[in-house]
C-alpha cells in the first residue's frame, strides 16, 4: 500500500519495525493520576470536586495519559498516519476504563450510556471524516461499547484558535458557539460521554456541556480524554 511506503509501519517510539507502539514501548504509557478536572487536585475516580462542582456541569473525567513522551507521539501518529489503527487501540483502551469504572459500567448495563463529541463548524464539516480526530475516536469508542454516538450539537461560528489565549480569554472566545439540536429522542436522565483526543484547560467540552444544559438539563455529563496536556 502506498501509506505503507510513505509511512512504513514503525513503533512511534523506538523506530523498530512494529504497528505503531511495540511492546516494550507500551509500557511506557503511564496512566494520568487521579484529578478533580477543573481544580486538578487530587479526587479519587477522577470525580469533579464538591467546590468545582458548585458551577460546573461536568461531573467527571476519565484520562488515560499524561500528553508527553510516548502518549504525545502515539495521537500526533494518529493524526497522520495509520490513524484508524491508532484511533482504534486508543479507542479500546478507553472503553477498557469505561468498562471498569463502577458508575459507567452500571450505566452501560442499564443502556443508559451514550457518547458524543465536540462539532466542527459546517464549513468544516465536508473535512469532518477525515480530521475530527475526537468524532473518529467518539466513533470507535461507540462501537467497541455497542452502545449510540450522538449529534447533540454543531458550531455556529469560527472561533479564533485557542493555542495564545489564557484560560478566561478562552472561555470568553467560546461563549455561545454552539448551537444545539432537537434533542427530544435523547432518553431522560441520560449520560453523555464527551470524547476528545487531548485536553489542556477542557474549556471547549465544557462550554459544551454546559450549552446542551441549558435546554436539557437532567442529562450527565462525563469527559473522556485520551490524554491530558501538563501546563
Ligand atoms: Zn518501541
Ligand atoms: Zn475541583
Given at each position: 500500500?502506498?501509506?505503507?511506503?510513505?509511512?512504513?509501519?514503525?513503533?512511534?517510539?523506538?523506530?523498530?519495525?512494529?504497528?505503531?507502539?511495540?511492546?516494550?514501548?507500551?509500557?511506557?504509557?503511564?496512566?494520568?493520576?487521579?484529578?478533580?478536572?477543573?481544580?486538578?487536585?487530587?479526587?479519587?475516580?477522577?470525580?469533579?470536586c464538591k467546590s468545582c462542582a458548585e458551577?460546573?456541569?461536568?461531573?467527571?473525567?476519565?484520562?488515560?495519559?499524561?500528553?508527553?513522551?510516548?502518549?504525545?507521539?502515539?495521537?500526533?501518529?494518529?493524526?497522520?498516519?495509520?490513524?484508524?489503527?491508532?484511533?482504534?487501540?486508543?479507542?479500546?483502551?478507553?472503553?477498557?476504563?469505561?468498562?471498569?469504572?463502577?458508575?459507567?459500567?452500571?450505566?452501560?448495563?442499564?443502556?443508559?450510556?451514550?457518547?458524543?463529541?465536540?462539532?466542527?463548524?459546517?464549513?468544516?464539516?465536508?473535512?469532518?471524516?477525515?480530521?475530527?480526530?475526537?468524532?473518529?475516536?467518539?466513533?470507535?469508542?461507540?462501537?467497541?461499547?455497542?452502545?449510540?454516538?450522538?449529534?447533540?450539537?454543531?458550531?455556529?461560528?469560527?472561533?479564533?484558535?485557542?493555542?495564545?489565549?489564557?484560560?478566561?480569554?478562552?472561555?470568553?472566545?467560546?461563549?455561545?458557539?454552539?448551537?444545539?439540536?432537537?434533542?427530544?429522542?435523547?432518553?431522560?436522565?441520560?449520560?453523555?460521554?464527551?470524547?476528545?483526543?487531548?485536553?489542556?484547560?477542557?474549556?471547549?467540552?465544557?462550554?459544551?456541556?454546559?450549552?446542551?444544559?441549558?435546554?436539557?438539563?437532567?442529562?450527565?455529563?462525563?469527559?473522556?480524554?485520551?490524554?491530558?496536556?501538563?501546563?
Amino acid at each position: 500500500m502506498l501509506l505503507d511506503l510513505l509511512f512504513p509501519r514503525t513503533c512511534v517510539w523506538c523506530w523498530k519495525k512494529w504497528e505503531y507502539l511495540c511492546p516494550e514501548c507500551k509500557k511506557e504509557l503511564y496512566s494520568h493520576p487521579e484529578i478533580c478536572p477543573f481544580c486538578h487536585q487530587k479526587s479519587s475516580d477522577f470525580q469533579t470536586c464538591k467546590s468545582c462542582a458548585e458551577n460546573q456541569v461536568l461531573q467527571w473525567i476519565i484520562i488515560w495519559f499524561a500528553y508527553k513522551w510516548v502518549a504525545k507521539k502515539l495521537i500526533l501518529k494518529a493524526k497522520f498516519a495509520h490513524k484508524k489503527d491508532v484511533i482504534s487501540f486508543m479507542a479500546k483502551r478507553l472503553a477498557l476504563l469505561v468498562q471498569t469504572n463502577k458508575q459507567l459500567k452500571l450505566k452501560l448495563e442499564n443502556f443508559e450510556l451514550f457518547v458524543s463529541y465536540v462539532p466542527s463548524h459546517w464549513r468544516r464539516r465536508y473535512y469532518e471524516k477525515w480530521y475530527n480526530q475526537s468524532m473518529l475516536l467518539a466513533k470507535s469508542l461507540a462501537n467497541e461499547l455497542w452502545i449510540p454516538m450522538l449529534e447533540l450539537a454543531s458550531k455556529k461560528s469560527y472561533t479564533v484558535s485557542q493555542l495564545h489565549l489564557n484560560r478566561s480569554e478562552r472561555q470568553k472566545n467560546l461563549k455561545w458557539v454552539f448551537r444545539v439540536w432537537d434533542l427530544s429522542q435523547v432518553l431522560n436522565w441520560a449520560t453523555i460521554l464527551l470524547v476528545d483526543d487531548v485536553t489542556t484547560t477542557g474549556s471547549t467540552l465544557s462550554e459544551l456541556a454546559k450549552t446542551i444544559h441549558e435546554s436539557r438539563n437532567d442529562l450527565n455529563f462525563w469527559w473522556a480524554v485520551i490524554a491530558r496536556n501538563m501546563w
